[in-house]
Structure formats: structure tokens, C-alpha cells
DNA sequence: GCTGAAAATTATGCATT
DNA sequence: AATGCATAATTTTCAGC
């Protein structure tokens, strides 16, 4: 548990950064109406504290990567170690997350094509041992991206806004 | 489609920037061999294409949103628009992609506890007309990240190294 | 599409409040 | 923790290859 002393400058940085990571940060000054020092040393402490990552995010739609499919996974207990080794080799995997006791592995795959998606559900999946899929949906439609999250405004300490 | 007209220094820059997306392009230059006014006008021409966005991932466990929940949904065809406008508004959702047919829906959402997370599969969506929770993983450990996934190097055009 | 050179802008280190 | 100032580095502009 973090004693959380980000104020709504830190907030104004991060979505700044969101639309763009590269803006200079003299550019952001501008934008705050605050000092061009501040924001670099506010966007440094961001990046130190591991509150965010700057980073490039890749478009799988520009590289013809056209569908998705988000799975459900029952691993057998005795060989999950190797089970999540096996999955994060695989390059088609963009999520993996692990349930309470880690039994339940639910993942998100991209694909170029219904055809590779199909495959990697009913043969590639099923071939490694100790894996039940449980349940999948191909999602086709990304309407909301991780990296787009937020949290709310009142996670960030104090607030000069109303 | 697109006709792929990246090559391996679009791969090696992109490979860079998603460690750090604030890297100055003359650092790219030097660590690459490589010009900086090249390196410049690859990231932009790699942002307008749209084949990468740079941006800020907050990370949510520095904000003390310590569990998340992986959610199927199936939605009433005839209030889908509604349903998926309600979804869109919360803020604890994190992630939200499509079904073929829409019907499907699958969510990802972030919670401070696992409290609220109960709350929101047990009180918050089923009070929403028309949802019926189909499925769902708690999954507080989350191994990889949609940000963190790449392309196959093939699927950058031509090659210098083997 | 890549690179060079000068001008403009930005980042950094140090010091002050 | 925020800012001013001097210096270093980077980015931008305009050009030629």
C-alpha cells in the first residue's frame, strides 16, 4: 500500500502522456501552466515509482493480426509451472493472467485469421498436457484497450479542481 | 491489408521504444548504427501509419487496485447499444472487446478489493437490463500485458539480419 | 528515403528558495 | 518540492544526395 502523495498535476501529466509519450515536456509546461523543471522531475518521479510506463503499443490490426479470442484455461496443478512456461513462449499470446490458485489461466491470442485462431483453440491449445480450455470468446472488436485505463481522480492525493 | 514496407530497423526501433518511449531518437541512432534524422522520421512515420501509439500505461497496483476480474458477458441483442454505452462509462473496466455477433461481450475490470470486485459480478452487472454474466476468472496476477506483445519479426517486410 | 549543417528548442546539472 | 540559470544535448528546418 503506497501513501499516495500524486496530486491532479501528476493526473494532467499522465493524460498528456497518454496521447502522446513523446511530447516535450516544456510542451506540457505550456499546456499546465506550469515549469518546464517541474513537469521533467514530476514525470521522472511518475516513471521511478513504477506509477506508469511509457512505452510503444503495438496495433495488431496494422500488422494484419485482424481477430482475437479471449480463453479460459484449467491447468493441472502438477504441471502448471510448465503449463505458463509453454504459453508465454507463444507468440500469439498478448495476456496471460493467473487465477487465486493459479488453476484458472484465462488469456488473450491474436491471429491474422478465424482459420489460425480456430487452430490454435481446438488443436495448439489442446496439445500441451494438463490444459482444459473452459471457455473462450473470439473478440474480433477491441473497444477498450488496457492501456487505456485510468484510475479515478480522487487515487490522485489531493485536488485544486473541482 | 497493408502492404508492409517496415523492416528490421522498424522492429528494432519499436523494440526500443517500448522500453522507453521518451528515449531520445540520437540515443536510438547511436545504439542502432543508425542516423538520427532516419531514426526521427521512422517513429513518425510508424505513429502516423498507425502501427504504433506512444503512450503512458498506468500501472494499477501503485493505485492500490490490487485484483482484477476477467468477465464473459452475453447481452440482450435488443439493448446491446445501452449495455455497451452503461459498460463503457465505468471506470473500473479496463478492457472491452466484441463478439462476432455482439452478443458476447468480455470485460476486463480493476478493484481495490476483492470486496468490490464481488460486488461488481454479484450486484453492479447483473443490475444492468439485459446482462448475463456467462463466465468469470479473478485473476490477480496478471504474467503479460496486451502492451508488452509484438509482431513476429516476419511480419516486418525484408531482413538484414539472419 | 537518407543524411548534413545551422538554428531553435529542449534537457541536464547545479544552486537557491 | 519547485524554480532560475548556464551548459550540453537534442530536435527542427532547409537543404542536397
Chains 1, 2 share one sequence.
Do not use: C
Amino acid at each position: 500500500m503506497h501513501t499516495n502523495f500524486l496530486d491532479t498535476l501528476d493526473y494532467q501529466i499522465i493524460t498528456e502522456l497518454q496521447k502522446n509519450a513523446r511530447i516535450a515536456s516544456s510542451e506540457i509546461a505550456r499546456l499546465l501552466g506550469a515549469n518546464e523543471r517541474t513537469i521533467r522531475k514530476r514525470i521522472d518521479r511518475l516513471v521511478d515509482l513504477g506509477a506508469v510506463r511509457l512505452t510503444a503499443v503495438v496495433n495488431p490490426a496494422y500488422f494484419n493480426y485482424a481477430t482475437a479470442a479471449d480463453i479460459f484455461i484449467e491447468a493441472d496443478p502438477q504441471l502448471e509451472e510448465d503449463i505458463i512456461a509453454r504459453l508465454l513462449a507463444m507468440q500469439e499470446i498478448s495476456y496471460l493472467a493467473l487465477g487465486q490458485g493459479t488453476k484458472e489461466i484465462s488469456i488473450e491470442a491474436r491471429f491474422k485469421d478465424n482459420g489460425a485462431l480456430r487452430d490454435f483453440i481446438r488443436a495448439v491449445l489442446p496439445s500441451i498436457p494438463g490444459i482444459k480450455v473452459t471457455g473462450y470468446a473470439l473478440v474480433p472488436r477491441i473497444l477498450r484497450n488496457i492501456d487505456e485505463w485510468m484510475p479515478k481522480q480522487e487515487d490522485f492525493g489531493s485536488f485544486s479542481n473541482p
